[in-house]
């Protein structure tokens, strides 16, 4: 340890809670942002987020125990306010510094961060939201750990708030590019046939307010291009949600697994038979076309629009598509429903280009489905 990193250390422990949260932070800024900083800092970077603002360590590195409550809310009453206050052009690389793009965020960081952004979106924090949602698509919104804190979203707004719509409504505004995270990991998380309709219906709402949320990845321009695969857009989560509602009713679409999760949120329960919730999916399904057609008037480089429906993602929504196909009769009328909305899928993302490259496996695919006359008419025609 070097003097200068022994007298800082030194500095800042005999400071009080929770002024030493508010001066180490101002401490890793200046040390990143410095002329003379290098590589040898870095260590020092860490040994300084560990002790002193998330309390892991003590002084001699040791492992501290469980934070008290009063102290969890230091930390992120602390955060809050720097963020607020800080550079716009420093936030981000502070906030990777402090939740570094890992998969092995230690367990105790995690949790704080999944509190962190509860409450930024409670007091409407768009600096932190901005941050955490470009730390999702760098991560990857269905990772782990971005999935862990989007549950801690769901669970706080949706079972412990009866309303929980005047806390949410505004999120496009706030920060897009969360928003859209948000969407992705969610779509993830709860059953894809039966997605609690207050969720669908929040969504349906942000997605009217501003289509551009679902744009808003291609936006991003990662710290690091040689670990960032590619951006991640929330229109291939949800077109499954639509293309799937038809099968809501089979017995087999929610899974034990599937119950336990639902019965821990009293409010969040499946989607039962009604022509409200047959409006819901008709209308956002509509919506995600709509927004789709929009790409072609959109600022973003045509090879840019191929990452808002991926191949991949599609050929994995073709085959979920097909297994529940086999839980219903192939000619009832879910079954029509859902393959109409597929092709219209289909053709709309590729006449936008928002669908690109080699098609065939996605066609091999759609052999197999039950026989829908649209489906023939535009896999038919992309075929030429």
């Given at each position: 340890?070097?003097?200068?990193?022994?007298?800082?250390?030194?500095?800042?422990?005999?400071?009080?809670?929770?002024?030493?949260?508010?001066?180490?932070?101002?401490?890793?800024?200046?040390?990143?942002?410095?002329?003379?900083?290098?590589?040898?800092?870095?260590?020092?970077?860490?040994?300084?987020?560990?002790?002193?603002?998330?309390?892991?360590?003590?002084?001699?590195?040791?492992?501290?125990?469980?934070?008290?409550?009063?102290?969890?809310?230091?930390?992120?009453?602390?955060?809050?306010?720097?963020?607020?206050?800080?550079?716009?052009?420093?936030?981000?690389?502070?906030?990777?510094?402090?939740?570094?793009?890992?998969?092995?965020?230690?367990?105790?960081?995690?949790?704080?961060?999944?509190?962190?952004?509860?409450?930024?979106?409670?007091?409407?924090?768009?600096?932190?939201?901005?941050?955490?949602?470009?730390?999702?698509?760098?991560?990857?919104?269905?990772?782990?750990?971005?999935?862990?804190?989007?549950?801690?979203?769901?669970?706080?707004?949706?079972?412990?708030?009866?309303?929980?719509?005047?806390?949410?409504?505004?999120?496009?505004?706030i920060s897009p590019v969360f928003c859209a995270s948000l969407i992705v990991a969610l779509t993830r998380i709860v059953p894809e046939t039966s997605p609690p309709l207050k969720v669908v219906e929040l969504i349906s709402q942000w997605i009217g307010s501003s289509s551009s949320v679902c744009f808003s990845p291609?936006?991003?321009?990662?710290?690091?291009?040689?670990?960032?695969?590619?951006?991640?857009?929330?229109?291939?989560?949800?077109?499954?949600?639509?293309?799937?509602?038809?099968?809501?009713?089979?017995?087999?679409?929610?899974?034990?697994?599937?119950?336990?999760?639902?019965?821990?949120?009293?409010?969040?329960?499946?989607?039962?038979?009604?022509?409200?919730?047959?409006?819901?999916?008709?209308?956002?399904?509509?919506?995600?076309?709509?927004?789709?057609?929009?790409?072609?008037?959109?600022?973003?480089?045509?090879?840019?629009?191929?990452?808002?429906?991926?191949?991949?993602?599609?050929?994995?929504?073709?085959?979920?598509?097909?297994?529940?196909?086999?839980?219903?009769?192939?000619?009832?009328?879910?079954?029509?429903?859902?393959?109409?909305?597929?092709?219209?899928?289909?053709?709309?993302?590729?006449?936008?280009?928002?669908?690109?490259?080699?098609?065939?496996?996605?066609?091999?695919?759609?052999?197999?489905?039950?026989?829908?006359?649209?489906?023939?008419?535009?896999?038919?025609?992309?075929?030429?």
């Amino acid at each position: 340890m070097t003097d200068v990193s022994l007298q800082l250390k030194n500095y800042l422990r005999k400071l009080d809670m929770p002024a030493v949260l508010s001066e180490t932070l101002c401490q890793i800024e200046e040390i990143t942002f410095s002329s003379d900083a290098s590589r040898s800092y870095q260590q020092l970077i860490t040994e300084l987020v560990e002790e002193f603002v998330f309390s892991e360590i003590d002084r001699r590195g040791q492992p501290k125990r469980k934070l008290s409550e009063i102290r969890e809310l230091q930390i992120l009453h602390s955060l809050c306010d720097y963020f607020s206050e800080s550079r716009k052009e420093r936030r981000l690389a502070i906030f990777l510094l402090l939740f570094p793009c890992s998969s092995r965020l230690p367990e105790k960081r995690q949790s704080l961060l999944a509190q962190l952004v509860s409450l930024a979106v409670a007091v409407k924090n768009s600096s932190i939201l901005q941050c955490v949602g470009m730390w999702m698509q760098y991560i990857g919104c269905t990772s782990t750990v971005s999935m862990y804190v989007a549950n801690t979203l769901l669970t706080d707004y949706f079972k412990v708030i009866p309303d929980c719509t005047g806390y949410l409504v505004d999120l496009p505004e706030i920060s897009p590019v969360f928003c859209a995270s948000l969407i992705v990991a969610l779509t993830r998380i709860v059953p894809e046939t039966s997605p609690p309709l207050k969720v669908v219906e929040l969504i349906s709402q942000w997605i009217g307010s501003s289509s551009s949320v679902c744009f808003s990845p291609l936006e991003i321009l990662p710290p690091d291009p040689s670990h960032y695969t590619e951006p991640e857009s929330p229109l291939c989560g949800l077109l499954l949600w639509c293309i799937l509602s038809p099968f809501r009713e089979c017995k087999s679409d929610v899974s034990p697994y599937d119950k336990v999760i639902l019965s821990s949120h009293d409010s969040l329960k499946p989607i039962e038979k009604s022509d409200n919730s047959s409006n819901v999916f008709s209308c956002l399904h509509l919506m995600l076309l709509e927004t789709m057609m929009k790409s072609g008037q959109s600022r973003y480089d045509v090879t840019l629009l191929k990452y808002m429906v991926p191949i991949h993602e599609v050929i994995r929504m073709i085959k979920i598509v097909s297994s529940k196909c086999t839980c219903v009769n192939p000619s009832s009328d879910a079954v029509e429903v859902s393959m109409s909305r597929l092709a219209q899928m289909l053709q709309i993302a590729c006449a936008s280009k928002c669908l690109q490259g080699n098609l065939e496996d996605i066609f091999k695919l759609v052999h197999h489905l039950p026989y829908s006359r649209l489906l023939h008419i535009v896999t038919g025609f992309g075929r030429k």
